[in-house]
């Protein structure tokens, strides 16, 4: 009764079948999925969502939540009545009612009941076993004899005959049991090796999706970024449009005043000089001698200080032609200074997008899950042959750069010596040209016996200052052809820079004799330091 009222709750309400991927409501109900789906499908046009059980509402369409426990719950009672199901043997001699066999004679090939089991033939040779249907199985085609071996030379099971006197003679063999228990012990060691793939399996899955989610962290935090940063600059822009237009209004106002005064100037004298020429006039038109003679000199209309006069009025006409720029040519500056820090932000790549590629490591070198590490290892990483693989002690970054200013940080552990820099991805994979460094193809700052050198095609330039920092900072500007390698110490310290014409992409690349090299942070607004 107990377990018919168990399994009564294993039924979905909705189909009223056993659940299937059972979800649950908030108001605490189950249902399949698929069903409590439909419900919900039903329910969008009316934009009212209710709990088929209990009836009540959801503003919005719930969100289904899985219910591991009751999944569980009926998976397992499933599988135990399963089991009861396709195990139910019964006895062969209960004719009249079917009894549950607690036994099976291989002789007999008969499964018998607790009550016949008790009046059957104790003689050795009726071998009892668990409950089985398939009992001709267990015993050998030729012979009909009990399959009591196993023949290890031909992997079969075989009865006592087939050893003795069949085509299994003279074969090595052992009893089931034994035979049985050592590829048990074969299997679980198979298993094991099994589990531990599988763990590392789960190990490198979860890596990626932590590496999934840091990108995914990144990549909103820099849309955030940006998107602060294009606001600031919208604002700066209004900003500067308003002084700019506002600087222009004051020197119109200035000059409308300006303009003003000197038109009311230029009246004034326009005014004086017509009346000189209506007094000039009368004097021209009398026709006494004496008159005309007796008034005053009129000869010299403008004197040189009216001339001057005129000159700083037209000097003035002149200079008003041209409106004062000073101001907005400067405002233009600070816009191109927003503009190169914006592209200071936006395009200058940081160690981020440095990864190694372990195509092109060499077999004495281990590279981490996350790779970012470069380690010497004396153990043989038997990776597959490739034509991109270095032969001793390298690799290169997957991703080369075209254009634009990189950079990238270098962490060294350990005393052992080290080459970090960049290369051409044509540089040669085998032989004594193959050294970063020994080449045209890559340019490298070296470690060796605790000297620090830069070296270009064989060229080596020994540094004359000791450098103390185990990082170091590598700083590529594409389009300038430079190459400059810096100390991290405070304050940072320029070592070194190749000047070239770059004619491929540029892959990072390292070299490590012992110990190991790790590619670390650092600011993304990378400025070249002075």
């Known amino acids: 009764m107990a377990s018919a009222d168990l399994r009564a709750e294993l039924d979905c309400s909705i189909c009223l079948q056993t659940y299937t991927d059972p979800v649950m409501l908030r108001c605490g109900h ?9 419900v919900l499908d039903t329910q969008d046009e009316s934009g009212v969502y209710s709990c088929p059980g209990c009836r009540e509402e959801f503003q919005e369409r719930p969100a289904l939540m899985r219910n591991l426990a009751l999944r569980n ?4 009672l499933l599988v135990t009545e399963h089991k009861e199901t396709e195990t139910g043997i019964l006895c062969t001699y209960c004719v009249d009612s079917p009894v549950p066999a607690v036994k099976s004679c291989l002789h007999c090939e008969a499964s018998l009941c607790e009550k016949h089991l008790r009046v059957h033939s104790k003689s050795s040779e009726h071998v009892l076993s668990d409950p089985d249907t398939s009992l001709e ?49 074969k299997l679980q060691h198979v298993l094991r090796k099994l589990t531990a793939k599988r763990q590392k399996t789960e ?30 600059l919208r604002r700066r822009l209004d900003d500067l449009e308003k002084r700019v237009l506002s600087e222009i209004s004051r020197q119109e106002m200035e000059e409308s005043l300006s303009f003003s005064s000197r038109i009311q100037k230029l009246e004034i004298k326009k005014d004086e000089l017509s009346g000189r020429m209506r007094h000039i006039e009368e004097i021209c038109n009398m026709t006494d001698p004496l008159t005309v003679l007796q008034e005053p000199d009129t000869g010299d209309l403008c004197d040189p200080e009216e001339e001057g006069g005129d000159e700083d009025i037209n000097r003035c006409l ?34 981020g997008d440095i990864l190694l590629d372990v195509n092109t490591a060499a077999n004495n070198v281990l590279i981490s899950d996350d790779l970012k590490t470069a380690t010497c290892t004396q153990y043989n990483q038997n990776r597959p042959e490739r034509a991109e693989r270095f032969q001793n002690y390298q690799v290169m970054s997957s991703r080369g750069f075209t254009s634009g200013r990189h950079y990238w940080d270098v962490e060294s552990s350990g005393p052992g010596g080290w080459r970090v820099g960049m290369c051409y991805p044509s540089i040669h994979r085998r032989g ?25 095609d064989g060229k080596e330039i020994r540094l004359p200052d000791k450098i103390s920092s185990d990082r170091v900072r590598i700083c590529l500007d594409y389009e300038a052809g430079q190459l400059s390698f810096y100390e991290l110490c405070d304050p940072i310290r320029h070592l070194h820079t190749f000047t070239a014409t770059f004619t491929e992409p540029l892959h990072a690349a390292l070299s490590v004799w012992s110990g190991s090299i790790k590619i670390s942070g650092g600011s993304r607004n990378w400025v070249k330091p002075s």
């Open 318 to 351: 002149h200079d008003v032609d041209d409106l004062d720029v000073a101001v907005i040519s400067d405002t233009f500056h600070t816009l191109c200074d927003i503009i190169t820090d914006i592209r200071r932000g936006i395009y200058v790549e940081g160690p």
């Open 203 to 232: 190990e490198r899955v979860q890596n990626l999706e932590e590496r999934w989610r840091k990108a995914q962290e990144k990549a909103s935090g820099e849309a955030e970024r940006v998107t602060a940063l294009f606001t600031d």
């Open 432 to 456: 004594d040209q193959s050294y970063i460094g020994d080449n045209n193809k890559s340019w490298i700052l070296r470690r060796y016996n605790n000297q620090y050198s830069v070296i270009h």
């Open 73 to 76: 719950i009926m998976e397992n």
């Open 137 to 185: 199985n267990r015993k050998c085609s030729v012979h009909k004899k009990i399959l009591e071996y196993y023949c290890t030379e031909d992997s079969a099971c075989i009865c006592v005959s087939c050893s003795l006197a069949g085509e299994h003679q003279g074969h090595r063999v052992e009893m089931l049991d034994e035979a049985s228990e050592k590829k048990k012990k």
């Open 30 to 38: 189950n249902f399949c999925r698929v069903c409590i789906d439909c």
